[in-house]
């Protein structure tokens, strides 16, 4: 019995490990603009947490790159691309970044600039970083058995690999795996594109054409074996009109592989015991320093320093979408309560003027910070007491869950990732924040009135919610599960 025992010992540490390889064009802290850097910055280390999978992430060399890391970077190797009728040099590069190990691809000539996106040249720049990252799988060291690609930057890949490399030798049984992050980004070009950038033949048309246009996201929603995004709420919702910006149908028509998988948030950035930037620390079994938070945040604001008034704040890009239109409909109302109001972004000029004209109506209460900041948005999570996010539209949203880690009670609007990852209160004995389903002012009001209902008259019971609020799991272990199941799936 022993001896068979340790046989099964033996062969169970012979077993390869299944192998994932990201593809993005921004990991958090090499490069990011947002959401996708963080969940790369993240959901790989969970993975890797994981028995029996190793995750890596490759991703462009950008002229952006921490320069205290390069000296980290070992070079792997360096070889040609052909993309239509250029060809193009590609050097690798790798370095390890806690349990991860991450890959760039390095062309100074699409790569080396001042920001990530939003260049003329984009398609060229991310069907290179989709083509070399293809090219290079033999030479990684390191054979995937699934890709798992991201938004329309690396939706190339698995269009790609369908139609040129999926039968020749050293890249076959490949998976691939495309996450939309955003639907409404989905890499639109013109027809005549297709052979003289993207190296497509005119017969392969259909597998990339969306409305007699190329949609990279719709080829990739067709070709890979698995699609994912990053709720379920998400997952559902795109399948309308509503939200599927064009691609509804197309989504549908793959319903059989669309998954919804909810995003963690990076526990120990959004941390109040430890985060340097709040001015003072707390837990969930000692919350004291939150009070001295919210005083320290009304005195660096001019706000007059109360502890029995509630702090509502709102940190957003500073667009439509977000539910700008309906917080200014309900403004006014929500002014006129005993309450102050704390806003962190910059976007619309419009709504950028609109608030620096509600501070100057309403300087004894309300501050607006036109601005992006980091440090001073971990103060106002952490010394707010409700934090407003009434989206119209969500894939999956971060701040809610900050908040919750800081024990700011949001109030969201059933959509997305929104309706995934909060709870309503209703009288305050469960849930973790507040919900409402339609969008509008009205039914914002009824929230926001909810919420201080139970701040101002049942202490208790505000403080069981906030105790909930801040235990809540938004950690990255639950959402690498279910990835590994799909993992798991796909591979056997």
Same mark, same amino acid.
């Given at each position: 019995?022993?001896? @068979?025992?340790?046989?099964?010992?033996?062969?169970?540490?012979?077993?390869?490990?299944?192998?994932?390889?990201?593809?993005?064009?921004?990991?958090?802290?090499?490069?990011?603009?947002?959401?996708?850097g963080?969940?790369?910055?993240?959901?790989?280390?969970?993975?890797?947490?994981?028995e029996?999978?190793?995750?890596?992430?490759?991703?462009p060399?950008? %002229?952006s790159?921490?320069?205290?890391?390069?000296?980290?970077?070992?070079?792997?190797?360096?070889?040609?691309v052909?993309?239509?009728?250029?060809?193009?040099?590609?050097?690798?590069?790798?370095?390890q970044?806690?349990?991860?190990?991450y890959?760039?691809?390095?062309?100074?000539?699409?790569? @080396?600039?001042?920001?990530?996106?939003?260049?003329?040249?984009?398609?060229?720049?991310?069907?290179?970083?989709? @083509?070399?990252?293809?090219?290079?799988?033999?030479?990684?060291?390191?054979m995937p058995?699934?890709?798992h690609?991201?938004?329309?930057?690396?939706?190339?890949?698995?269009?790609?690999?369908?139609?040129?490399?999926?039968?020749?030798?050293?890249?076959?049984?490949?998976k691939t795996?495309?996450?939309?992050?955003?639907?409404?980004?989905?890499?639109?070009?013109?027809?005549?594109?297709?052979?003289?950038?993207?190296?497509?033949p005119?017969?392969e $048309?259909g597998s990339?054409e969306?409305?007699?246009?190329?949609?990279?996201?719709?080829?990739?929603?067709?070709?890979?074996?698995?699609?994912?995004t990053?709720?379920?709420?998400?997952?559902?919702?795109?399948?309308t009109?509503?939200?599927?910006?064009?691609?509804?149908?197309?989504?549908?028509?793959n319903?059989?592989?669309?998954?919804?998988?909810?995003?963690?948030?990076?526990?120990?950035?959004?941390?109040?015991?430890?985060?340097?930037?709040?001015?003072?620390h707390?837990?969930?079994?000692?919350?004291? %320093?939150?009070?001295?938070?919210?005083?320290?945040?009304?005195? *660096?604001?001019?706000?007059?320093?109360?502890?029995?008034?509630?702090?509502?704040?709102?940190?957003?890009?500073?667009?439509s979408?977000?539910?700008?239109?309906?917080?200014?409909?309900?403004?006014?109302? =929500?002014?006129?309560?005993?309450?102050?109001?704390?806003?962190?972004?910059?976007?619309?000029?419009?709504?950028?003027?609109?608030?620096?004209?509600?501070?100057?109506?309403?300087?004894?209460?309300?501050r607006?910070?036109?601005?992006?900041?980091?440090?001073?948005?971990?103060?106002?999570?952490?010394?707010?007491d409700?934090?407003? =996010?009434p989206?119209?539209?969500?894939?999956?949203?971060?701040?809610?869950? *900050?908040?919750?880690?800081?024990?700011?009670?949001?109030?969201?609007?059933?959509?997305?990732?929104?309706?995934?990852?909060?709870?309503d209160?209703?009288?305050?004995? $469960?849930?973790n924040?507040?919900?409402?389903?339609?969008?509008?002012?009205?039914?914002?009001?009824?929230?926001?009135?909810?919420?201080?209902?139970?701040?101002?008259?049942?202490?208790?019971?505000?403080?069981?919610?906030?105790d909930?609020? =801040?235990?809540?799991?938004?950690s990255?272990?639950?959402?690498?599960?279910?990835?590994?199941?799909?993992?798991?799936?796909?591979?056997?």
């Amino acid at each position: 019995m022993a001896a @068979k025992k340790q046989a099964t010992k033996k062969t169970e540490a012979k077993t390869p490990k299944k192998k994932i390889l990201f593809v993005a064009s921004e990991a958090f802290p090499f490069a990011g603009t947002g959401g996708l850097g963080e969940v790369m910055g993240s959901l790989p280390k969970a993975i890797n947490d994981s028995e029996g999978y190793e995750a890596r992430v490759i991703l462009p060399l950008y %002229g952006s790159f921490p320069e205290k890391r390069r000296r980290d970077l070992q070079f792997v190797c360096w070889t040609s691309v052909e993309l239509s009728w250029r060809r193009q040099y590609c050097g690798l590069f790798k370095i390890q970044e806690g349990n991860t190990v991450y890959y760039f691809i390095d062309n100074e000539y699409y790569f @080396k600039r001042d920001k990530l996106y939003g260049y003329d040249d984009d398609g060229e720049r991310f069907a290179f970083f989709s @083509k070399a990252v293809i090219d290079l799988i033999p030479r990684l060291d390191y054979m995937p058995d699934v890709l798992h690609c991201n938004d329309w930057q690396t939706a190339l890949v698995p269009i790609y690999y369908k139609l040129f490399y999926m039968y020749v030798d050293g890249f076959t049984n490949i998976k691939t795996v495309y996450t939309i992050h955003n639907i409404e980004y989905q890499g639109w070009y013109n027809r005549s594109m297709i052979g003289d950038v993207f190296g497509i033949p005119e017969h392969e $048309f259909g597998s990339i054409e969306h409305f007699g246009e190329i949609n990279l996201m719709k080829g990739a929603i067709d070709y890979a074996d698995m699609v994912t995004t990053v709720s379920p709420t998400y997952a559902k919702e795109i399948l309308t009109q509503e939200y599927g910006h064009t691609l509804d149908w197309d989504l549908n028509r793959n319903a059989h592989k669309l998954r919804g998988i909810l995003n963690g948030v990076n526990t120990q950035s959004y941390n109040p015991e430890k985060n340097p930037a709040m001015y003072a620390h707390y837990s969930v079994k000692d919350k004291s %320093g939150k009070a001295v938070c919210k005083a320290e945040l009304q005195k *660096m604001l001019g706000l007059p320093v109360r502890s029995d008034v509630p702090i509502i704040a709102m940190i957003t890009r500073l667009a439509s979408h977000k539910g700008l239109d309906i917080v200014k409909a309900a403004m006014q109302d =929500m002014l006129a309560k005993d309450i102050q109001f704390v806003l962190l972004g910059t976007g619309d000029s419009d709504y950028e003027n609109y608030f620096r004209w509600l501070q100057d109506a309403y300087n004894d209460k309300l501050r607006a910070v036109i601005t992006f900041n980091t440090d001073l948005s971990h103060k106002i999570y952490s010394g707010a007491d409700i934090f407003l =996010m009434p989206s119209k539209s969500e894939p999956c949203g971060l701040s809610q869950m *900050m908040a919750c880690r800081y024990g700011t009670i949001p109030i969201v609007r059933e959509t997305g990732g929104l309706m995934d990852s909060i709870t309503d209160a209703y009288n305050g004995d $469960f849930g973790n924040g507040y919900k409402f389903a339609r969008y509008d002012a009205g039914d914002l009001l009824n929230a926001v009135d909810r919420a201080l209902g139970l701040y101002n008259y049942y202490p208790e019971k505000w403080r069981g919610l906030v105790d909930r609020a =801040m235990r809540t799991d938004f950690s990255w272990n639950s959402s690498a599960k279910e990835y590994i199941a799909m993992y798991n799936e796909l591979i056997g």
